[in-house]
């Protein structure tokens, strides 16, 4: 530990961690630099802001077993309003940064410098390796020290623009790239994005958040109408939500930009209004209409912007009634390839869409400097109902995970008096129900088959299929169609059990263009009773402009229902084509056929009509599912 004397003012300093080289005055913020022995004056650098930060210098934590202790920080700004960055010293001899930024705490240990990596060849979505691990760039940009307290490990330069590179890598790795002023060899910083919970501080030890009493009651500038912020302290815009001008937030301070045209589209959500999502509570803060152009039609839609204290901003983005909850996603965590497909936690997401989406109006408060006419690339893979957005501009990149909502979902989260309009087509993550019911059509129809085949082996196992009869038919070439020389009569044959009857007509003379008919009556001589089939035989073949042709054939079947069990004579009557007895032969009979019944045989027409049926289900479910991804992707212009 170094004690001594300010330079510049005469108060007392000191350095209590080793790593540390400057130290600022708390009296006069001098900047203490120990050379040697010495103490110098290295000039003076502007007091913190008072942020809505619960840090302070001087709180430990711990993370991942190792731990910390704030010993300095500083305040950068770019231009946007200032953010915090905390220099810790920790356990194990190692120093890094804590940073913080809309909601969000990055801890980052020194990695030294990545010789040879120039800056002109990072840009947003840029996809690397460093140190055999892969990384995205989600973000370039630049910032300047506007105040500094504590113990630092160098002097810090208020008239210095340093430039920096974030990127991302799997499971929460934070990549800080520190370029300073230079244009290559950065400063690497290691690390993971952490919740507030996470950093390992009790929660009694941290300071308690100060809002901003002078913005949460504001007026605006323009109308003077009431303001009520709900994140003072991360606002940087301000859209006024009676005449729509368009505020900065500067100092605690509002100042007029610009008038704005008001959203067209109806909000569904008003500023202020709570609604519990993902086991959070969140306040709509703003909302903001998005647009683009595809083929000379405007698409609009609406976002909402949500805030919590503890989770940060997360946004609710509402599309012809489809809803969806976007949260916030980093980009190393979504192995993307551009245009084709994304994939994150084990699932795959195909590309649907890649459109220009333009800021077309704004209410609320918003924590970047939002304005009319702010265009970004935006890019959706869907898996339903799922999504992974990308929205690029030219410095940063930013990913979200999408999770599709049902109107009733967000009016029961919110709250809602009115029901929320109906959902209109067919959004791009929104799950197809009907693939659902198919899902489930295709398993009872897999059980339905499946008691069908069973069925059927159980009705073929027990059936007797016994030939009962098997009789020759002759008529006399004298025969008469339907007269008693066409008749025929079987010898008796018994049924041991009531059954199905199947009849067989076989032809033992050849037909050639000509046709048989068969009348059968089945004679019960026990109770008289007759139950009667007719099969018609036919043969026709021939020549013509398409070629050679043909129809029928030489046999036929028919089943009969069930008879009851008994001893049976068969009487067949037999009907003919008249030609036949001018093209037979001269000599021989003119129609000879046999007639053989099986008794109790499976009819398999009962089967093929059930198997039909069970078939038609799940293919107008098939149908029907296939036709809601069809109309799906038509809109998709990747």
């Not at 959706?380 to 979200?400: I, R």
Request: proline residues 6%; glycine residues 10%.
């Amino acid at each position: 530990m170094t004690q001594g004397a300010c330079p510049s003012c005469g108060a007392s300093v000191e350095f209590s961690a080793g790593s540390a080289q400057v130290v600022v005055c708390g009296h006069c913020q001098t900047m203490v630099a120990r050379v040697g022995a010495e103490l110098e004056d290295h000039g003076k650098v502007a007091r913190i802001v008072e942020t809505d930060s619960p840090l302070r210098l001087g709180l430990e934590g711990r993370v991942n077993g190792t731990s910390y202790q704030i010993v300095g920080h500083l305040q950068k700004d770019h231009g946007a309003g200032p953010w915090d960055e905390w220099y810790v010293e920790m356990s194990d001899g190692r120093t890094g940064w804590l940073s913080e930024s809309e909601g969000a705490f990055h801890l980052l240990s020194d990695a030294g410098v990545e010789e040879g990596l120039e800056l002109e060849n990072l840009h947003p979505g840029d996809r690397l390796r460093l140190r055999n691990r892969p990384l995205v760039v989600e973000e370039r940009g630049h910032g300047r020290v506007v105040a500094a307290e504590g113990q630092l490990p160098s002097d810090v330069d208020p008239q210095a623009d340093s430039y920096y590179v974030d990127a991302t890598g799997p499971r929460g790795l934070f990549v800080t790239l520190d370029f300073g002023t230079r244009d290559r060899d950065p400063e690497v910083f290691l690390g993971q994005r952490l919740e507030l919970k996470q950093l390992g501080i009790p929660a009694g030890e941290m300071r308690p958040r100060v809002r901003k009493v002078q913005l949460q009651q504001a007026r605006c500038t323009n109308c003077n109408g009431p303001l009520e912020l709900r994140a003072p302290d991360q606002t940087l815009r301000v859209a006024c939500p009676y005449c729509g001008a368009l505020m900065s937030v500067a100092q605690g301070k509002l100042a007029f930009l610009k008038l704005l045209q008001k959203p067209e589209l109806p909000a569904a959500l008003q500023l202020g209004q709570k609604g519990t999502l993902d086991g959070t509570e969140w306040i709509c803060i703003g909302y903001q209409e998005r647009s683009c152009v595809v083929e000379g039609t405007r698409y609009p839609w609406m976002e909402y912007l949500l805030y919590h204290p503890a989770r940060g901003f997360t946004w609710l983005m509402e599309s012809n009634g489809h809803w969806v909850f976007l949260t916030p996603l980093a980009a190393g965590d979504a192995n993307v390839v551009p245009q084709v497909s994304a994939h994150h936690g084990g699932r795959r997401y195909k590309a649907f869409q890649s459109v220009t989406a333009v800021t077309d109006a704004v209410v609320g408060e918003f924590y970047w400097k939002v304005f009319q006419g702010e265009k970004a690339r935006a890019t959706e893979y869907v898996a339903p109902p799922y999504s992974v957005n990308e929205d690029a501009t030219d410095n940063e990149v930013t990913y979200t995970h999408g999770e599709y909502l049902s109107p009733e979902t967000v009016r029961d989260a919110f709250k809602l008096k009115e029901p929320l309009p109906r959902p209109r087509g067919i959004a791009p993550s929104q799950p197809n129900l009907r693939r659902e019911s198919m899902m489930r059509t295709l398993r009872w129809s897999a059980v339905w088959l499946l008691g069908l085949f069973v069925l059927a082996g159980v009705l073929h196992a027990r059936a007797l299929n016994a030939r009962v009869l098997d009789l020759q038919v002759t008529l006399p070439r004298t025969a008469t169609p339907g007269t008693p020389e066409a008749m025929h009569f079987s010898e008796p044959f018994e049924l041991q059990r009531a059954g199905n009857m199947r009849a067989q007509i076989h032809m033992s003379q050849a037909l050639n263009n000509a046709w048989v008919g068969v009348q059968g009556d089945l004679v019960n001589q026990d109770t008289q009773d007759v139950v009667s089939f007719y099969e018609e035989v036919s043969y026709y073949h021939g020549r013509d402009s398409d070629g050679s042709w043909s129809e029928g054939g030489q046999s036929g079947s028919v089943f009969l229902s069930s008879l009851p069990k008994g001893t049976y004579v068969l009487r067949t009557t037999t009907s003919f084509d008249p030609a036949l007895k001018l093209a037979g032969p001269q000599l021989g009979p003119v129609v000879s056929y046999q007639v053989v019944l099986t008794h109790d045989t499976p009819n398999e027409s009962w089967f093929i009509l059930s198997l039909v049926l069970l078939l038609v289900i799940p293919a107008l479910s098939f149908f029907f599912s296939h036709g809601f991804e069809t109309e799906r992707w038509k809109e998709s212009n990747l």
